[in-house]
């Protein structure tokens, strides 16, 4: 059973870099097969995809995230992480880290972290 | 505001059938297929249905999932209280800015 688990600050200062990593257990990264995305979601509001990477490095990020966002990958870790430039508090949310599987009918998130809230205040 | 559109509220009673709307567009549900996930209260999402219809080891076939054109629908037969819960729609969208994830806004199913 796959198994993810979010970790990093819980409160992070307006204009400075959000940083959270997510351990995977169960499965390896490495292996190939599937993408290692991350998705938020602001308080009380739905679900914001923020972006993906598999485990050679390549990635996709949304188009209204991408000038900030970095996601990389620690295949010796079994992690993968996030970083979010220049935040306000419009990016206090909940994040998620989640597996993003594939078939030949198409995409899907199939193991989602239990997710960790991040706050942006001063 | 979402791209994928949900009405924000459902009931029903125990036993009753139920159903969940998902609206869209051609660049996204028109030419891709459609997840459910439901969020019980306090927890992370769970993947309920996947390709348009297809359910999870696990997944109760109370749980159905279907897709005409630029719609989708999710169905719950036999509803019971353990259904109580935030349901999203989602599916890839290939824009002009680049292909991208998308959600619907969540509907919030409450069981009378």
């Known amino acids: 059973q796959v198994q993810l688990q979010e970790s990093g600050p819980g409160l992070v200062k307006p204009s400075q870099t959000l940083s959270l990593t997510c351990t995977v257990s169960?499965?390896?990264?490495?292996?190939?097969?599937?993408?290692w995305s991350w998705i938020r979601q602001h308080p009380g509001k739905g679900l914001e995809w923020i972006g993906y990477?598999?485990?050679?490095?390549?990635?996709y990020y949304n188009p209204s995230l991408k000038s900030r966002v970095t996601i990389s990958v620690d295949t010796s870790k079994n992690q993968f992480s996030l970083k979010l430039s220049s935040v306000t508090a419009a990016d206090t949310a909940v994040y998620y880290c989640?597996?993003?599987?594939?078939?030949?009918?198409?995409?899907?998130?199939?193991?989602w972290g239990q997710g960790t809230l991040v706050t942006v205040s001063s | 505001q979402s791209v994928l559109t949900q009405p924000p509220s459902a009931s029903g009673t125990p036993g009753q059938r139920v159903t969940i709307s998902c609206s869209g567009s051609?660049?996204?549900?028109?030419?891709?297929?459609v997840n459910w996930y439901q969020q019980l209260p306090g927890t992370a999402p769970k993947l309920l249905i996947y390709?348009?219809?297809q359910r999870p080891s696990g997944v109760p076939d109370r749980f159905s999932g279907s897709k005409s054109g630029t719609s989708a629908s999710l169905a719950i037969s036999g509803l019971q209280s353990e259904d109580e819960a935030d349901y999203y729609c989602?599916?890839?969208?290939?824009?002009?800015?680049?292909?991208?994830?998308?959600f619907g806004g969540g509907t919030k199913l409450t069981v009378l």
């Open positions: 989602a599916a890839w969208d290939d824009s002009l800015n680049g292909p991208y994830w998308v």
């Open positions: 169960g499965g390896s990264i490495s292996s190939g097969g599937y993408y």
């Open positions: 390709s348009n219809n």
């Open positions: 989640a597996r993003l599987n594939y078939d030949s009918s198409g995409y899907y998130l199939d193991y």
């Open positions: 051609s660049s996204n549900i028109g030419s891709n297929t």
């Open positions: 990477i598999y485990y050679s490095g390549s990635t």
